[in-house]
């Protein structure tokens, strides 16, 4: 009877890396959509604003847009932590 070996290819350090990288991104992001919801607005960054800007609309939200987009952003920093404690463990074994 032969026995299954599983080696692991990526190293642990690159693991922990990778994956606290994406753990403290998506504390981040909790925060950051926390924050919109207890104030209640929002500001887009990045490419939607200058594209925003370019068209002359404004890059603020408030009310329940802003609500949203923070929600929306507590629920893309939770994906974030998942995978990210995900990754350290099993990212060795996704070759």
Excluded: W
């Excluded at 026995?3 to 909790?30: E, H, K, N, Q, Y």
């Amino acid at each position: 009877m032969e026995s299954i070996v599983i080696f692991a290819d990526t190293p642990l350090g690159t693991r922990l890396l990778i994956g606290g990288f994406m753990v403290i991104f998506g504390i981040a992001f909790m925060l950051i959509g926390a924050n919109n919801i207890r104030t209640q607005t929002a500001q887009e960054t990045g490419k939607r604003r200058t594209v925003n800007l370019l068209l002359g609309k404004s890059n603020s939200y408030r009310g329940s847009s802003a609500v949203m987009r923070g929600v929306l952003r507590i629920i893309c920093g939770i994906f974030a932590i998942g995978a990210g404690i995900l990754f350290m463990i099993f990212g060795a074994f996704l070759h």
